[in-house]
């Protein structure tokens, strides 16, 4: 069976300066990559996905993700972060098709603090 | 956008009673829908797929009499917390994609309390 591994579970970065949050993912074959973010009480938002194709996939919010197979991860990064980043950071991996059509394997996600 | 609506987004009530929950797609038909829960400060476990028609799919370990399952509809799944319990208090949430090839878009979530 899949897992996710999110080995920070809490991270603190300065407004301005870059993050980098790390996701591994453990499947024999190719999986569909995401990364969501909640903010408190909140539901999910899909900031990006990595199907096939260029391993580095552009996001919203400025995100962006590179997908190594040879480590099997998928860490985000965004140059600057801005105080409204905070939340709670989620990568998930699915098996099949896009991502429709299964439940998804989520980590235990990164709760992301924005220090002025 | 793809849309999921989700209702209502808080529950209190009392020991023993039964909670339905809404998770409605609003721009799109979706065929499959994903009901997840979330214990305080972790991951999200996926309980049960919802398939309009047909019987829900239960993950191992999720009682199917516990949480009832309905889509009856392209656009409307419900889940139903029967006889509720504190340990059944939780953030539930529900996620539908438009098509199976394309990512899972999620609700708010509903906070559920059982007093």
């Known amino acids: 069976a899949q897992s996710v591994t999110q080995p920070d579970i809490h991270i603190t970065v300065s407004e301005g300066a870059s993050l980098e949050l790390r996701c591994n993912y453990s499947y024999g074959a190719t999986p569909y990559l995401f990364w969501y973010v909640q903010s408190p009480g909140q539901g999910l938002q899909l900031l990006l996905k990595y199907f096939s194709g260029d391993t580095l996939v552009q996001g919203i919010k400025g995100f962006e993700a590179e997908f190594k197979r040879s480590q099997s991860s998928f860490n985000l990064r965004k140059p600057s972060v801005h105080w409204s980043d905070a939340a709670e950071y989620f990568c998930a991996v699915a098996t099949r098709s896009g991502g429709g059509a299964d439940g998804l394997t989520f980590g235990k996600g990164t709760h992301l603090i924005i220090q002025p | 956008g793809a849309v999921v609506s989700q209702h209502p987004s808080r529950v209190i009530c009392k020991s023993g009673t039964s909670v339905k929950i809404e998770c409605r797609s609003l721009?799109?038909?979706?065929?499959?829908m994903f009901w997840y829960r979330q214990f305080p400060k972790q991951s999200l476990m996926l309980m049960a797929t919802?398939?309009?028609?047909?019987?829900?799919?239960?993950e191992q370990g999720v009682e199917k009499d516990k949480f009832l399952i309905n889509h009856a509809s392209l656009t409307l799944s419900t889940l139903t917390v029967t006889s509720a319990h504190p340990e059944d208090s939780s953030f539930y949430i529900c996620?539908?994609?438009?098509?199976?090839?394309?990512?899972?878009?999620f609700g708010d979530g509903t906070r559920l309390s059982i007093l």
């Open positions: 721009d799109f038909q979706a065929t499959t």
């Open positions: 996620s539908a994609s438009y098509q199976p090839n394309q990512p899972q878009h």
């Open positions: 919802s398939n309009e028609g047909s019987k829900a799919t239960y």
